[in-house]
């Protein structure tokens, strides 16, 4: 990719119909925490009109009601009005849960079984997983995908608070961004698409939307005379949720992740408990790339792990800093090696995973955020890492890894 170029990230609403399937499939996995920290889940839901199913393979000491937890996350989110088609008392729930298959149970539990090399906990799966961060925000994440889960945000806040009546639970933001030498200097384009009230002028949505929100949310000096803004641009937005399309878990993997910036493996997160590497190992990517990035041994860094089912090491670990290394990639995947366990159990037991925190990562991205239960987002393996990485390997490193220690030290002073 050219240093110049502009990038663009969409965030999605509570309200939206595949962000409503994840909530309850969530609220579902947080359930069966609260109850049996041990539980198999991966609950997928459906939703459509005035249905909801929810379906998939639980395997839980938990007893729980299915309907309560979905009408209750329902309800959350803000589909209680009279006018709703999708209402979170009237919606009709349909049961499709089964338990956890027993051959991929047995890959995954800490057990010998025939046919299993090892007695371990493995992965509950195959696949590829990707961590991604870079210096852009205080969160170290890309700045496109952050701006727009903050115009969601600001957004639901204003809607959930009743001070604006006409505002509907659906929406969706898109944000744009340019960049000049890889840095973020201005935002060229801003979305917004707001569910609403039948009675509203779109001249009012519009107005609000960029005086209430985009201006008293993004950074000023990001947005110019240039910045052009698209305000619910089909002019309605009346029919929203799964009233107006099909609602799927793990239909928003982008927006769960990095907007675009950095790869991504493909597996969706909501609704599977941590033995699912699809979601722990994306979680203990972030974790790991944003040490990295925090510790100053690179602006930017993605790192990717590969799982077979049943088997509890990585088939393979792959570090990319993208150029901007202080070091070689080499010897910084081989100082994450030597710092961080990938092995599912491991990545449970350095995450603190078996708790009912997932409902938390739901909306607006799983990454950059600051509450304390979300563990990978802590850098607090910079030290440990600057200190692993061997100066003896490159000639350049010592004077580098001082150099990086101070960035890194500077940019904590700013941003907390």
């Known amino acids: 990719m050219s240093k110049n170029f502009i990038f663009s990230s969409e965030s999605v609403g509570e309200g939206h119909p595949d962000k409503v399937c994840d909530t309850i499939s969530d609220a579902v996995l947080d359930a069966c925490l609260a109850q049996d920290r041990h539980s198999r889940v991966a609950c997928e839901t459906y939703a459509k009109c005035n249905l909801v199913v929810v379906g998939g393979e639980i395997t839980t000491r938990a007893k729980l009601d299915f309907s309560a937890i979905a009408r209750g996350a329902i309800r959350e989110i803000g589909y209680v009005n009279e006018d709703d088609v999708f209402h979170a008392d009237r919606v009709l729930i349909m049961n499709a849960i089964t338990s956890q298959s027993p051959d991929i149970a047995q890959g995954v539990d800490a057990r010998k079984a025939k046919g299993k090399e090892t007695a371990e906990q493995g992965a509950g799966d195959q696949g590829l997983m990707f961590g991604y961060a870079c210096n852009e925000t205080p969160e170290l994440m890309p700045a496109p995908i952050m701006y727009a889960h903050q115009l969601g945000r600001a957004l639901t806040k204003i809607r959930k608070s009743g001070k604006v009546k006409w505002l509907r639970p659906d929406a969706k933001s898109q944000v744009?961004?340019?960049?000049?030498?890889?840095?973020?200097?201005?935002?060229?384009?801003?979305?917004?698409?707001?569910?609403?009230?039948?009675?509203?002028?779109?001249?009012?949505?519009?107005?609000?939307?960029?005086?209430?929100?985009?201006?008293?949310?993004?950074?000023?000096?990001?947005?110019?005379?240039?910045?052009?803004?698209?305000?619910?641009?089909?002019?309605?937005?009346?029919?929203?949720?799964?009233?107006?399309?099909?609602?799927?878990?793990?239909?928003?993997?982008?927006?769960?992740?990095?907007?675009?910036?950095?790869?991504?493996?493909?597996?969706?997160?909501?609704?599977?408990?941590?033995?699912?590497?699809?979601?722990?190992?994306?979680?203990?990517?972030?974790?790991?790339?944003?040490?990295?990035?925090?510790?100053?041994?690179?602006?930017?860094?993605?790192?990717?792990?590969?799982?077979?089912?049943?088997?509890?090491?990585?088939?393979?670990?792959?570090?990319?800093?993208?150029?901007?290394?202080?070091?070689?990639?080499?010897?910084?995947?081989?100082?994450?090696?030597?710092?961080?366990?990938?092995?599912?159990?491991?990545?449970?037991?350095?995450?603190?995973?078996?708790?009912?925190?997932?409902?938390?990562?739901?909306?607006?991205?799983?990454?950059?955020?600051?509450?304390?239960?979300?563990?990978?987002?802590?850098?607090?393996?910079?030290?440990?890492?600057?200190?692993?990485?061997s100066p003896a390997r490159s000639p350049v490193a010592a004077v580098t890894l001082n150099k990086a220690a101070a960035i890194a030290k500077g940019r904590s002073a700013r941003t907390v």
Not at 192 to 213: A, L, P, R, W
Not at 225 to 252: A, H, M, S
Not at 331 to 347: G, L, M, N, Q, Y
């Open 176 to 389: 744009s961004v340019r960049y000049v030498n890889d840095q973020p200097v201005a935002i060229t384009n801003i979305v917004i698409s707001t569910q609403h009230s039948d009675d509203v002028e779109h001249g009012t949505i519009q107005e609000f939307c960029i005086e209430e929100v985009i201006r008293k949310t993004l950074p000023k000096h990001l947005l110019t005379k240039e910045t052009k803004y698209l305000i619910n641009p089909t002019g309605r937005f009346v029919v929203g949720g799964p009233q107006g399309d099909t609602g799927l878990t793990g239909r928003k993997i982008i927006v769960d992740s990095y907007g675009g910036m950095g790869r991504h493996g493909g597996g969706a997160f909501s609704g599977k408990d941590p033995s699912k590497v699809d979601r722990s190992a994306a979680y203990m990517g972030r974790y790991v790339a944003k040490n990295i990035v925090a510790a100053g041994l690179a602006t930017s860094a993605e790192i990717q792990f590969a799982y077979a089912i049943g088997y509890p090491d990585p088939v393979s670990v792959c570090v990319n800093t993208f150029g901007t290394g202080v070091v070689s990639d080499e010897e910084i995947e081989r100082a994450v090696c030597e710092v961080f366990s990938f092995k599912p159990a491991d990545i449970i037991r350095q995450l603190n995973l078996l708790r009912p925190i997932y409902l938390k990562t739901t909306n607006y991205g799983h990454f950059g955020k600051t509450d304390p239960d979300i563990t990978w987002e802590k850098a607090d393996k910079t030290d440990v890492l600057r200190k692993a990485v």
